[in-house]
């Protein structure tokens, strides 16, 4: 197996912005954590604990429409018994939006009847965090149905913090992504840039695609038999390397005097792998 890739990556911008959510914490009500439900527990920032202190928070699994149906459910039940709150969601259908405001007063309740019995209509401020590309612009476009907050398929497109009036008393701050300066556990890392939290210019495209099939290989094996036409090939003990050498040769990805373009296949197969062509996969496990 190859070696995994060792993976920092933390600009200038991302310090600017942990210091920034913490200093507008005094004026939020609740968090509203949102992870990529292929990686429920990687996609989650560990300096957020931190940062969100015992403020009320929210764990929104987003883009399950390209996680395994059957491991999500078992990471709702882990978060679950952890006591948190759980919400799933696929932004770009819009699956599960409109449950997210009752949710929020649900969990509020308690806040919003002691205003009530004072008289005052108790506006609720909710923060929305989470890792670049994780699909927060996305959720709040959504919710929003009129100003929209900037969107495309690449990390790091929110540069500022900006609110969103999304319900009668109900507003929220979209924030840009933020990662933590090291990652401690190089898989996580590798997670990370699979699912494109990572900007793929500062990757090895090629390596990294490589650790995904033998990945694909030992836990989704017959997702990549079918996707590829692997009927024939013997995948057991198969090299990620090896494995995208067969896929570029089925899609004819050749160069000049025969040699199979790698590079090619590798942006390929990370593109089919992100869009769930290869199939509905989870990364993370217990």
């Known amino acids: 197996m190859n070696d995994a890739q060792v ?9 600017k912005t942990s210091r920034a959510l913490y200093e507008k914490l005094n004026l939020i009500d609740i968090v509203a954590e949102m992870v990529d439900a292929r990686i429920p527990k990687s996609s989650r920032n560990p300096l957020l604990d931190k940062l969100i202190g015992t403020k009320p928070r929210i764990i929104i699994l ?13 990471w709702i039940n882990f978060y679950k018994k952890q ?9 770009k259908k819009g699956k599960g939006i409109n449950l997210f405001v009752p949710k ?33 612009s996305s959720f709040i476009n959504r919710l929003s149905k009129g100003k929209k907050a900037k969107v495309e398929d690449r990390p790091g497109v929110t540069k500022g913090n900006q609110w969103f009036i999304i319900d009668k008393n109900i507003e929220l701050l979209d924030t840009p992504g933020i990662l933590w300066p090291k990652f401690d556990d190089v898989y996580v890392g590798e997670k990370l840039a699979f699912i494109g939290a990572i900007k793929d210019q ?22 990549l038999i079918d996707r590829y036409k692997l ?13 995208l050498s067969i896929i570029a040769q089925k899609r004819g990805m050749l160069l000049s005097g025969g040699k ?14 992100r869009e769930a062509k290869i199939g509905k996969i989870t990364l993370d496990s217990f």
Not at 7 to 15: D, L, V
Not at 118 to 129: A, N, P, S, Y
Not at 130 to 135: D, E, L, Q, R, T
Request: glycine residues 6%; contains cysteine.
């Open 62 to 74: 987003n883009k399950i429409d390209l996680a395994d149906n059957n491991c999500t459910l078992k």
């Open 202 to 223: 500062i990757m090895d495209t090629e390596n990294l695609t490589c650790r995904l099939l033998e990945y694909l290989n030992d836990n989704y094996q017959s997702n």
């Open 260 to 273: 199979v373009d790698t590079e090619r296949a590798s942006i390929m197969l990370l593109n089919e792998f």
């Open 104 to 136: 929020i007063k649900n969990i509020l309740n308690k806040k919003i009847e002691a205003k009530n019995a004072k008289g005052i209509k108790k506006t609720l401020r909710v923060m929305v965090v989470g890792i670049p590309n994780v699909g927060k």
């Open 231 to 243: 009927e024939n090939c013997t995948m057991v003990g198969k090299t990620g390397r090896e494995i």
């Open 7 to 15: 993976i920092q990556w933390f600009p200038g911008h991302m310090a």
């Open 83 to 91: 006591k948190n709150f759980t919400l799933c969601v696929d932004c």
